[in-house]
């Protein structure tokens, strides 16, 4: 996990300050967050718990349920491997396999280096291309295996 301090910004602070007394205001303030930082980061979550008056557990009750919210900081590149019925069956979970092998990472984790973020979803509805990996976005689709190291440069060479 993440040790990585950040710095709650004043926009931030004001926002949670705002919908302090509103219904529903933990997961509005937890998209903030994660707005702001791209995950969910532990000191932030502290401060939150106590600037919303709620146990800290409840806010870890919440990120953990969603899996929209991430508690690491994610790559620069993120690479989505379909996990919906047509990519599955062409072999997405293959694929998945090589790319964490290739980057030496788990499903969900992130390079030492900062680069990549290996994730499983659910179709991306483009089945015709399947087995389908989007990396920022950008569609590659009907691949093998062989292509995962030529992904993984053309990304790592821009930078
Ligand atoms: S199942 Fe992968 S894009 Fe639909």
Sequence with gaps: MSCQIE????????????????????????????????????????????????????????????????????????????????????????????FERQLGVGLNATTSDGMFTVEAVRCLGCCGLAPVAVVNGNVHGKLANSDVAKIIEQYRSLG
């Design 7 to 98: 710095t709650m910004t004043p926009e931030l602070k004001a926002f949670i300050v705002e919908w302090k007394s509103k219904p529903g205001n933990l997961i509005m303030v937890l998209h903030k967050v994660q707005q702001t930082y791209g995950y969910i980061p532990r000191n932030i979550a502290i401060e939150t718990a106590e600037l919303l008056e709620v146990p800290l557990a409840k806010i870890y009750g919440v990120v953990t349920f969603y899996n929209f919210f991430k508690l690491e900081k994610a790559g620069k590149y993120i690479i989505q491997v379909c996990m919906g019925t047509a990519c599955y069956l062409r072999g997405g979970d293959d694929l998945i396999k090589e």
